[in-house]
């Protein structure tokens, strides 16, 4: 029996079926529009296949809540015509299977957990650095989440003495994805981080601030692995700076292992997120 | 059948038996000693009852994984003659009873889920602010520890613009429990922070730097409450202050509630430690 997936994002919805195993028989994607444009879309793609279950990985805020008579609904995103909207009682209906739902970040970090560079580890956290940040915790198969799903992107942190940038984050002055994040890469800059691929002081301050990150997440959660994907650390200086900034801060307080082995690059290429859907539904449990 | 518990800390063993109610029957304190005069001590207390199980929070760094055949040990502790003593290990064979064994402050906040200030909460996070600063996480019964026990005290902060203060972990420039335990108040002023209570700029300072720390947690796991136990915040007008710079620097991002029920004082009355201790003796699990 096929196995249904969507990587729900702001820009675009990836949709595939696939086995037990994790391998993808089929997928595709399709642009995020209005609700009543794409969710009908992807109906249309998975009617040609016999699912058993549906596993979805979404963009927030969204109610994680599976106690929630809420869960699975679209909270107070700026995309105003999917607030409100219910993906989890959508996809119910319209396939009529059980549809687990969490976030983008908990999918990947679940992807990777199950079939990527976590597999074999009891914990694994999954940093995603782009256009903004977040991060996603597995434990023991079961991803972090509480009444309400963690923002771990927004965490407070030390600024960098010779940062100047006020921060692009509304919400936050000193905040990871404030400092940290592609966006305020490209606003402090003036230009794309893969247009700076030479100027070392980008790459220090970025892993000056990540280093920072993953001392406050060891600190916290104790990950048997850091795994850090998104488009800014394909600049391939960057993690190892982090795993030596890292190292440094910490300071030998705690020993997480080889920082070469405990930080690391995604294994699932970019696939991690709609595989981490995948076996969202086949775990189906919290 | 009675339920033991020790709550064994640096300078102090506190050995009780009770009831599954959480009811206490019997309570006594015992120095610190050698490990081979102190355990024996507590072996005397429990062989006065019959006990079926016990419960142990203990100081660090420990062994916590219960998959480890090192269960129990005592890690790198400065208090060299306690190296390598496993409590589960010794209690187990001298009380004949099965011993479940977590950090004081996970036991503190299982104290406080199962029958103080989170009870009836779905998870629950503890901070003690005394001599250092830890803190213990509960979700669904069940304490947070990876291969290692989290050190959530040591999170990098962001530091005060008036603060020169150097810090005083040995570890880390600026981290929390260096800049913001009562170690670092008396080391920064002088003087503890008990003689220190007129002094609105003490108590602004250290609002700020527990305010970020709980915006820290807040972001990667959730809490449904957060408690603030020990020495420090005994302070009163400390907790109000932590609530409104707290919600400042959140700042809408998230909305954990009313911050006055979100953030509390302990309602078990110095008595978390051991009453979590006999939890983790009751519920005995992970």
Redesign the interface.
Same mark, same amino acid.
Do not use: W
């Given at each position: 029996m096929l196995i249904g997936a969507i990587e729900a994002g702001g820009t675009k919805f990836v949709c595939a079926v696939g086995y037990q195993n994790g391998d993808i028989v089929e997928k595709i994607t399709i642009p995020t529009r209005e609700p009543n444009v794409t969710l009908p879309e992807a109906d249309r793609f998975f009617s040609s296949f016999k699912i058993s279950k549906m596993g979805i990985g979404s963009f927030g805020?969204v109610h994680v809540d599976r106690k929630s008579t809420r869960y699975g609904e679209i909270l107070e995103t700026p995309k105003q015509s999917w607030r409100g909207v219910n993906m989890v009682r959508h996809f119910t209906n319209s396939q009529d299977v059980p549809v687990h739902l969490d976030t983008d970040v908990n999918a990947s970090a679940l992807g990777e957990y199950v079939w990527g560079a976590g597999k074999g580890k009891?914990?694994c956290l999954y940093i995603t650095v782009g256009t903004g940040i977040g991060a996603g915790?597995v434990?023991d198969g079961l991803s972090?989440?509480?009444?309400?799903?963690?923002?771990?992107?927004?965490?407070?942190?030390?600024?960098h003495e010779e940062d100047s940038f006020e921060g692009c984050c509304p919400?936050?002055g &000193?905040c990871l994805e404030g400092l940290a994040s592609g966006t305020a890469i490209r606003e402090r800059y003036g230009r794309e981080g893969k247009h700076l691929s030479d100027s070392n002081e980008v790459w220090e301050m970025e892993a000056f601030y990540l280093a920072?990150a993953v001392?406050?997440?060891l600190?916290?959660?104790?990950?048997?692995i850091v795994i850090i994907g998104g488009g800014v650390p394909k600049q391939k200086t960057l993690l190892p700076l982090v795993r030596k900034k890292a190292a440094e801060?910490i &300071?030998?307080?705690? &020993?997480?292992g080889d920082f070469k082995e405990w930080i690391v690059s995604p294994a699932l290429n970019d696939e991690q997120g709609i595989k981490g859907a995948m076996a969202l539904a086949i775990e189906g449990k919290r």
């Open positions: 805020p009891d914990s915790f434990k972090l989440n509480g009444r309400l799903h963690p923002e771990m992107g927004h965490i407070p942190v030390e600024r919400y936050h &000193n920072q001392a406050s997440y600190y916290v959660l104790c990950p048997d801060r &300071n030998g307080y705690v &020993n997480p």
